[in-house]
Nanobody, 119 residues
């Protein structure tokens, strides 16, 4: 069974940092390497939005609200992706979801991890 499992969320003060991790458990390695991986988030009362994504060859894309503060990366050997979040703001508070898209499995989503930025 293929699952995306997120970890690393928590409560952080404004200005702090967090690193989210996502493990593509059970995913065929070649499929992971070809997949576009992404982080999305959903704040209370708001629609889910794309935060960042990374393609098979490495090009990345960021939402304007996180550009320069967040960095997405992938580790093919571990079949994991990460989201390094720096200079966190209260408006970054949301449930963060890992997602993958590829021709073999289609679209997959993790269960989400809560990130709360508060003093």
């Amino acid at each position: 069974q293929v699952q995306l499992v997120e970890s690393g969320g928590g409560l952080v003060q404004p200005g702090g940092s967090l690193r989210l991790s996502c493990k593509a458990s059970g995913m065929i390695t070649s499929v992971f390497n070809g997949a576009t991986m992404a982080w999305h988030r959903q704040a209370p009362g708001k629609q889910r939005e794309l935060v960042a994504d990374i393609t098979r060859d490495g090009p990345t894309n960021y939402s304007d609200s996180v550009k320069g503060r967040f960095t997405i990366s992938r580790d093919p050997a571990r079949k994991m992706i990460y989201l390094q979040m720096n200079s966190l703001k209260p408006e970054d508070t949301a449930v963060y979801y890992c997602a993958s898209t590829d021709p073999y499995y289609g679209s997959l989503w993790g269960q989400g991890t809560q990130v709360t930025i508060s003093s």
